[in-house]
T-cell receptor, first 112, second 110 residues
Framework: NAGVTQTPKFQVLKTGQSMTLQCAQD?????MYWYRQDPGMGLRLIYY???????DKGEVPNGYNVSRLNKREFSLRLESAAPSQTSVYFC???????????FGPGTRLTVT | RKEVEQDPGPFNVPEGATVAFNCTYS??????FFWYRQDCRKEPKLLMS???SGNEDGRFTAQLNRASQYISLLIRDSKLSDSATYLC???????????FGAGTQVVVTP
């Protein structure tokens, strides 16, 4: 039982490049989330998915898109990376009954 | 004003001592409250939920004060392994969207 997994762990992009961050969970959770964490700030919600087939914007969605591929997988895409998107990205899942979220190990992204 | 505010610390605590810190939240409609722990360069992990009557989990005690809109975490008999950043987390939605504080850093010293 791996919990929540994320790939890649590290990535360096040049401004304007695109990439997709992958997330998968094996806990049969309905809800999944993408956050970013910047120094001195709390985690900020980018997008979330309440269930397979649905996605909604969070607090900071600009510059990102998501896909809930199936119940297990929730990907985050940066279409044209900008230096302001340099951050640590966490994926999380939640059963939907207790609001307790379980996080993946994170992706450290640097955009130059 | 941030929805969830925490003293960033660091709180430097001798091993074996007690440390306590608070977190304030701005939305009086907030429903669920949590403390998460985050080690350096790692993912946040749920430490404990915070219940209205207060609750304890081993050396950790969490309290909720709805009137003054704050929650607290107390760590007794601090261990070196308690060194971490503690995130205050509040659910203000009927759904699952959480608001995270920026964290309070605790450093336990020998």
């Amino acid at each position: 039982n791996a919990g929540v997994t994320q790939t890649p762990k590290f990535q360096v992009l040049k401004t304007g490049q695109s990439m997709t961050l992958q997330c998968a969970q094996d806990m049969n959770h309905n809800s999944m989330y993408w956050y970013r964490q910047d120094p001195g700030m709390g985690l900020r919600l980018i997008y979330y998915s309440a269930s397979e087939g649905t996605t909604d914007k969070g607090e900071v969605p600009n510059g990102y898109n998501v896909s809930r591929l199936n119940k297990r997988e929730f990907s985050l895409r940066l279409e044209s990376a900008a230096p302001s998107q340099t951050s640590v990205y966490f994926c999380a899942s939640e059963a939907g009954t207790t609001y307790e979220q379980y996080f993946g190990p994170g992706t450290r992204l640097t955009v130059t | 004003r941030k929805e969830v505010e925490q003293d960033p610390g660091p709180f430097n605590v001798p091993e074996g001592a007690t440390v306590a810190f608070n977190c304030t939240y701005s939305n009086s409609a907030s429903q669920s409250f949590f403390w998460y722990r985050q080690d350096c360069r790692k993912e946040p992990k749920l430490l404990m939920s915070v219940y209205s009557s207060g609750n304890e989990d081993g050396r950790f005690t969490a309290q909720l004060n709805r009137a003054s809109q704050y929650i607290s975490l107390l760590i007794r008999d601090s261990k070196l392994s308690d060194s971490a950043t503690y995130l205050c987390v509040v659910n203000t939605d009927s759904w699952g969207k959480l608001q995270f504080g920026a964290g309070t850093q605790v450093v336990v010293t020998p």
